[in-house]
Nanobody, 124 residues
Framework: QVQLVESGGGLVQAGGSLRLSCAAS????????MGWFRQAHGKEREFVAA????????GYADSVKGRFTISRDNAKNTMYLQMNSLKPEDTAVYYC?????????????????WGQGTQVTVSS
């Protein structure tokens, strides 16, 4: 059974930083692309960042480009999202997801396993 568990969320002031982690069990993450998505209250889930199986390709939503960095450590079966210069509009539940193949993608439908999410709240 595949499990993805996010951690590292919390409450931070605007301009601050957080580092999210996504630990996997039941699947060797190194074979698959991974992604981060978020869902703000009352809004649809949206793409944040994605990374290919070996970290060679990454992609970001325009809203986080230059502030967020996605990375992975395949030896630890873990993915990360470093979030800097946080803004109140970054407030959301953040989800990690495992892609159906080695590639990266901004499309929710390309991911078959999801974590339960971790809350990130940015105060102004």
């Amino acid at each position: 059974q595949v499990q993805l568990v996010e951690s590292g969320g919390g409450l931070v002031q605007a301009g601050g930083s957080l580092r999210l982690s996504c630990a996997a069990s039941g699947r060797t993450l190194s074979r698959y692309g991974m992604g981060w998505f978020r869902q703000a209250h009352g809004k649809e889930r949206e793409f944040v960042a994605a990374i290919s199986w070996n970290g060679g390709r990454t992609g970001y939503a325009d809203s986080v480009k230059g502030r967020f960095t996605i990375s992975r450590d395949n030896a630890k079966n873990t993915m990360y999202l470093q979030m800097n210069s946080l803004k109140p509009e970054d407030t959301a539940v953040y989800y990690c997801a495992s892609h159906t193949s080695w590639d990266k993608s901004p499309r929710l439908s390309d991911y078959d396993y999801w974590g339960q999410g971790t809350q990130v709240t940015v105060s102004s």
